[in-house]
Each structure stands twice: as structure tokens, then as C-alpha cells.
């Protein structure tokens, strides 16, 4: 099973460059989220949707924008890259909460390692 | 706003010995959810255990168990008969005992587990 899959792994962009980070899952899962990993802050939520047809800011949007395609795909997009964006980014998936199957955990993508110069 | 603190950024244990991972976690909810993942050289998130907190009994995963302290608000991981492929990023996270909506879990920083052969 593929589970969670992001494209592309690796990015190098020069600050000011645009560029859309692309999820998806095949899980069937209603909600989705993006986290950035930053070395000594752990995974920090940018964006999530609980749903398909709704996104919400997490704890660090500025500077990201995201679309919720349909229930398998969930962008993320970067207008205007800054060097401070310089991070690995993961998606993740799960059941809603509520959810009978629900068991809280998150699946995750490999990651991409974004780097802007 | 919850929060969670590892205050270990590094550690390390001799392979088949014990090693405890620290925890501790800020809220006022008296339900939610504790979790501890994995994150190998792989960078792929792997979930190792889950702890309900209405459930006083401490979770079990084969080697990995948790010491849970509701009052103390301290989760702590503990892995017996380390193994070299225990080696990896450990992260605690945290959710609330949500009815509906979206599974946001809040990270630590995370603690690098070293084994020495």
C-alpha cells in the first residue's frame, strides 16, 4: 500500500520562486494536514482540512497557501519563497475524530526537504 | 494553547539495555490523547504507542511501554532490550479528546535516541 505520498522529495528554489508541494493518500481518510519540521521545534502544523471542501490555518500559515483538491490530494503552495521556509515538510492523513474507526493516529508521508536559497 | 516538552535532545544506551525517554505536556483538558513516533534516518513517522488519558493503565507495544503520570502531566517512554534499529528521532505528541473535526496533534521537539553497539 502506498499510504501517503508527496512529491516532490527534494526541492532547491531560489528565494522569491514559487512552487506547490503535492499529497496524496489512498487510505480513504477525511481529514489532512501539513507539518514543517524544523530541527529542536519538533513538527509544527501550517495548514489542515478536516475535510474535503474545508482547510484551516495551524499554528505557523504565514507565507503558505493550500488546496484541498478532492479527498485524496492536498497541496501546498509557496507564493513567494523566503529562506526562512527552508524546512522539511510532511503531509499526513487521518479518520476524522468522531469517527468509530477512529484510533487518533496520524499517517505520514517521507517528507520533502525544501531548501531556499 | 497546549504545548509539549522533551528536555532531552539527545540520548544514548548501550544495545539490550533500558532507556527512558522524558515527556512532560501543559494542558487543562481532563481527556486526551498521548503518542509516541518514530522517526528513523528514513525520515518516515512511525507510530510506536498510544495512550488514552482516561485509561490508568500504562500502554505495552512488544519492548516499548509508557509511564504515564495523569497528575504529573509526564509521559515517558521506555524501551527495554534496545536494539540497533531503535535508533531514530523520538517525538511525544499530544491531542485532545475531540467529538468531531480534524486530529491535530501537537509535537515536542523531539529527542535523539543514539545505540551503541
Redesign the interface.
Same mark, same amino acid.
Not at chain 2, 528514513?42 to 513517522?45: D, E, H, L, P
Not at chain 2, 475531540?98 to 523531539?110: E, H, M, R, T
Given at each position: 500500500n502506498a499510504g501517503v505520498t508527496q512529491t516532490p522529495k527534494f526541492q532547491v528554489l531560489k528565494t522569491g520562486q514559487s512552487m506547490t508541494l503535492q499529497c496524496a493518500q489512498d487510505m480513504n481518510h477525511n481529514s489532512m494536514y501539513w507539518y514543517r519540521q524544523d530541527p529542536g521545534m519538533g513538527l509544527r502544523l501550517i495548514y489542515y482540512s478536516a475535510s474535503e471542501g474545508t482547510t484551516d490555518k495551524g499554528e505557523v500559515p504565514n507565507g503558505y497557501n493550500v488546496s484541498r483538491l478532492n479527498k485524496r490530494e492536498f497541496s501546498l503552495r509557496l507564493e513567494s519563497a523566503a529562506p526562512s521556509q527552508t524546512s522539511v515538510y510532511f503531509c499526513a492523513s487521518s479518520e476524522l475524530a468522531g469517527d468509530l474507526i477512529s484510533t487518533g493516529e496520524l499517517f505520514f508521508g517521507e517528507g520533502s526537504r525544501l531548501t531556499v536559497l | 494553547a497546549q504545548t509539549?516538552t522533551?528536555s532531552q535532545?539527545e540520548m544514548s544506551v548501550q544495545e539490550a539495555e533500558t532507556v527512558t525517554l522524558s515527556c512532560t505536556y501543559d494542558t487543562s483538558e481532563s481527556d486526551y490523547?498521548l =503518542?509516541w513516533y518514530k522517526q528513523p534516518p528514513?525520515?518516515?513517522?512511525i507510530?510506536v504507542i498510544?495512550q488514552e488519558a482516561y485509561k490508568q493503565q500504562n500502554a505495552t507495544e512488544n519492548r516499548f511501554s509508557v509511564n504515564f503520570q495523569k497528575a504529573a502531566k509526564s509521559f515517558s517512554l521506555k524501551i527495554s532490550d534496545s536494539q540497533l534499529g531503535d535508533a531514530a528521532m523520538y =517525538?511525544c505528541a499530544y491531542?485532545t479528546s475531540?467529538?468531531? &473535526?480534524?486530529?491535530?496533534?501537537? =509535537? &515536542?521537539? &523531539?529527542t535523539r535516541l543514539t545505540i551503541n553497539p
Open positions: - | 509539549v522533551q535532545p490523547y =503518542f528514513s525520515r518516515q513517522m507510530l498510544r =517525538f491531542r475531540l467529538i468531531q &473535526g480534524a486530529q491535530k496533534l501537537v =509535537f &515536542g521537539q &523531539g
